[in-house]
């Protein structure tokens, strides 16, 4: 008896040995980010992946009929990883390349993109900054042979069956504040609809005259108290809230009374700097939120 426990103990020693080294290799594949978890079907439905880029924004959008649309790229260290997220998602193309404004932040990466990627039509607001990384980005564009669309409110970006992109904001430039000068994207598809903020505060977003009520809204400027109100969230009436932000950032993004906002309206938060990337698909009736545990590499 006293041997045949022996064997068997040691079988089970084995198997959990197995079984240990088998989650740990699980673990090292998210750690290494060679995005086996990605889920991308974007076959009828709409999927926005909220890529984590630290502190700024890059969003990863495969529309119902299989294009791609990429709000910002991030700093100048992403621009690999998220064309790597791209193509693990299958795709060779970013049909529209929306730049929200021109911050390192939000652009840091795209002329790199611009430059290694196959791009359709940019859209930038007509607003110029002196920045090299801007000049990078236009140079990447001309040497292309691209063309910018100056982004204005009541442009439509495209449209299909029950789809739609459209620009609603800015109304006017804002020279001063580039913020003020984020290109804003409502997107519907069916019953539900998505708000894409940029980094756009209280001035702009009060400037916006379409419909900004949205089930999902892309908080404006990483969650800071200049973009959200009480006021502004009446008119939205989200029920799901993405903030791109950095761990520990320097700015204290988000700001507490943002999240009291977002909190009094029982909407659900979600944080890149707390959930990595995140994505949320709905096929125009249901909303269905997933993270991936991935984060955006930085280029070594
Ligand atoms: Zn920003």
Redesign the pocket.
């Given at each position: 008896m006293v041997k045949k426990n022996y064997k068997f103990n040691k079988i089970l020693v084995i198997f959990l040995s197995i079984m240990l080294t088998f989650l740990c290799s699980c673990d090292l594949i998210l750690d290494n980010n060679t995005n086996n978890d990605i889920s991308c079907d974007s076959v009828n439905s709409l999927s926005v992946h909220f890529l984590d880029v630290g502190?700024?924004?890059s969003i990863f959008i495969e529309l119902p009929n299989s294009q791609t649309m990429l709000i910002d790229a991030g700093e100048n260290y992403h621009g690999e990883g998220i064309i790597n997220y791209i193509k693990n998602c299958g795709y060779s193309k970013i049909d529209y390349l929306v730049a929200t404004h021109p911050?390192s932040?939000?652009i840091g990466s795209m002329a790199y993109i611009v430059r290694n990627f196959e791009i359709g039509e940019i859209y930038m607001p007509k607003v110029s900054t002196t920045t090299a990384t801007y000049e990078n980005l236009l140079n990447s564009i001309s040497k292309k042979g691209l063309k910018i669309k100056s982004a204005a409110a009541g442009m439509n970006i495209t449209y299909f069956d029950d789809f739609t992109a459209d620009i609603i904001a800015p109304e006017e430039i804002d020279e001063k504040n580039l913020?003020n000068s984020s290109i804003v994207i409502k997107m519907t598809l069916g019953n539900k609809s998505f708000l894409f903020m940029?980094?756009a505060e209280k001035s702009e977003i009060n400037s916006i005259t379409a419909d900004v009520s949205a089930d999902v809204l892309k908080v404006g400027?990483?969650g800071s108290r200049t973009s959200t109100t009480a006021d502004f969230l009446e008119r939205v009436q989200p029920s799901i809230a993405v903030i791109s932000c950095g761990i520990n950032n320097d700015y204290g993004h988000p700001h507490e009374s943002t999240l009291k906002f977002l909190n009094d309206i029982n909407c659900e938060i979600y944080r890149t700097d707390k959930d990595k990337t995140i994505t949320v698909t709905t096929d125009g009736n249901t909303l269905n939120v997933q993270t991936n545990g991935i984060s955006i590499e930085r280029a070594k």
């Open positions: 502190q700024g924004d911050h932040d939000h913020n940029g980094d400027h990483h």
